[in-house]
């Protein structure tokens, strides 16, 4: 009698098994991995080691008015902030990783404006961890540049800083933030091509509902924009800049048009009156080779149309983690984001194989992170400590982070070691209804401790 239910039960199952198979075909067998992978790259690497140790990154001491302007506007433009030595390195490690097909560009679509959207490149590229990771040995020259409008050209100041471990990008971050510790995050590399639009409407970074009555200054978070190439970037001719709302704009737009830069129903609401006097009253500056742009996540902005040749960013968040953690959590939760995983520590403590939406898996302490913004264990929120997954590189590097990246313990979800993983949950979608009972049970444990 047991044995005839087992052969019922057994049965019954392959049944169901075999009739959903045929029912709905695309559960178990989905195509177009390549296309539908954000980062698709391949575990094949055979590029040559380029590196940034042997370059001089100074650090651009910023004046006064800098900080009046970055008030008051939300960005500024740094002119030959980055050597174009290390600018060009950067790109040929990009362009190697095309070439031999680590990164795969996409083709022109509806779905996918970039060629290549690949993030946290730096836990798995030699040259990127060399920048973000740079140290300056030498005596530090102090330089002065500023932004926006009235951009002034770089003088040379007589008196020089000595710093023994210091990162230009922190540097900069640190001048503007009055941050005394500054840590690096959510990293992204974009390729355009001719006809593709990249970010093509108007958007915050790091969340859409932030309260933009805030200070720049007063928001202890960063971004930087770094154009890699091949070309300078004009916005009369090539295209490919940044489009840029200052701040002062968007609350000049928010007062004289309903349904302007507001969050509702979880994404950003851009009236057509509104996105007609935006596009007026924003900037697209002309950036060559070694020019950077830092902008608040206040200031909303988007991806210009490339008209000619094609264009390769660099994007990063530099962030004082002591200041951000209080920030966060005294802000609204995200629209997009669910309320008890963002608010609640260890409340991803159940995604044990790191795969639902994780940022970046730290070997040597077996913590997950879970916001690309910021460390992140066990949340989507934010959490206390540190992690090298988001380093520390202002005012000094640590030693045990480095080593770990250079150890190679830092695991990118989106970057190869995981291209196995992500080809299996999008090709036999099967395996996300046999995970789902292990996640909702190991969810349920959780909840109770």
Known sequence: MSAGRAFFGVGGTLALFLGAAFQRPEWFYRPGFEAADYDYVRKELSCPDIRLADLDLPCLSLPKTSLADFERQGFLILRQAIPVEAVHRLFREIQCFVAVGFLQ???????HQWAVSAR?????????ASFVLHALQAAMPCLCNCSRAHVHSPTHRSQT???????????LAAQLLGASTVRYGSEAVNMIRPGQTGAKTWHFDVQSNLRLEQSPRGLPLLRFFLPLGPQDLSANSTGGSLQ?????AVRHLRRSYKSCFVDRERRLVIGAECAVAAEAMSETPDLSLGDMVLYSPLVAHKTQTIYQGERTGYLGSLYDPELLTRWVRQEPVPSQADPERYRLPGSMLLDVFCMAGAACYDQSSGECHHNLNWQSAATQGISDGTTPCFPQIYPSRVPSEVATRLAKQLTNPYGPDMVLSRWVLHTMPCFKML????YLALDAWYSRR
Request: charged share 25%; glycine share 2%.
């Open 435 to 438: 995970l789902a009972p292990v």
């Open 161 to 171: 800083r000595t710093s023994e471990d210091q990162n230009p990008l922190g540097c």
């Open 120 to 128: 946290n490149v730096w836990m798995d590229s030699e040259a990127f």
């Open 244 to 248: 840029l709302l200052s701040i002062e």
């Open 105 to 111: 560009p996409r083709v022109l679509s509806d779905r």
